[in-house]
T-cell receptor
Framework: AQKITQTQPGMFVQEKEAVTLDCTYD???????LFWYKQPSSGEMIFLIYQGSYDQQNATEGRYSLNFQKARKSANLVISASQLGDSAMYFC?????????????FGSGTRLLVRP | NAGVTQTPKFRVLKTGQSMTLLCAQDMNHEYMYWYRQDPGMGLRLIHY???????AKGEVPDGYNVSRLKKQNFLLGLESAAPSQTSVYFCASSRRPGQAWDHPQHFGDGTRLSIL
């Protein structure tokens, strides 16, 4: 079974509107972290936001927020007031506490296109 | 402010040739990782290292070798390149997560490798 599932291969959003990118995860580890990365067309991986499994509040970083629903095992990224520069691939990733490598497990990504 | 530097950025090889990808980080990070990214997929872990002189296999290690002789460098080798190894390769580093669980992995800009 996939540990990170991103069901939206591609999405469009109008400039200045908000958009939600879906991410569901699967783990039996009680301690884990969820990360979102942005990959623009230039190819680099840019860290956006983090949510810990024990965090009581949803994470926020500027225009990015994470809608964390632990019981549903979902960690959706919300981008408010979309900008043209937000057009990129977005990856959800998980780090599990019992995994001594602390590797990131990635989803397949969502390509977001912001329309002017 | 270099962060994680990958060399080279692009390379074309013929089947059977060998090469080494170099990753260097200047953040004094303990952990280093090599991932590959294929179209339509997220990043998959090839090998990783939790400290100088240590390496371990990830999810897709076959056909690759690694070495971490110095803390700041992590080398990925292809002994006999195959077309299936055509991919974009990313190196990443992070602090030991036990010190800062929310510490993200920092990525290099990637190496685009084509095997003909």
């Amino acid at each position: 079974a996939q540990k990170i599932t991103q069901t939206q291969p591609g999405m469009f959003v109008q400039e200045k509107e908000a958009v939600t990118l879906d991410c569901t995860y699967d783990t039996s580890d009680p301690s884990y972290g969820l990360f979102w990365y942005k990959q623009p067309s230039s190819g680099e991986m840019i860290f956006l936001i983090y949510q810990g499994s024990y965090d009581q509040q949803n994470a926020t970083e500027g225009r990015y927020s994470l809608n964390f629903q632990k019981a549903r095992k979902s960690a959706n990224l919300v981008i408010s007031a979309s900008q043209l520069g937000d057009s990129a691939m977005y990856f959800c990733a998980m780090r599990e506490g019992l995994d001594s490598s602390y590797k990131l497990i990635f989803g397949s990504g969502t390509r977001l296109l912001v329309r002017p | 402010n270099a962060g994680v530097t990958q060399t080279p950025k692009f390379r074309v090889l013929k089947t059977g040739q060998s090469m080494t990808l170099l990753c260097a980080q200047d953040m004094n990070h303990e952990y280093m990782y090599w991932y590959r990214q294929d179209p339509g997929m997220g990043l998959r872990l090839i090998h990783y290292s939790v400290g100088e002189g240590t390496t371990a296999k990830g999810e897709v290690p076959d056909g690759y070798n690694v070495s971490r002789l110095k803390k700041q460098n992590f080398l990925l080798g292809l002994e006999s390149a195959a077309p299936s190894q055509t991919s974009v390769y990313f190196c990443a580093s992070s602090r030991r997560p036990g010190q800062a669980w929310d510490h993200p992995q920092h990525f290099g800009d990637g190496t685009r490798l084509s095997i003909l």
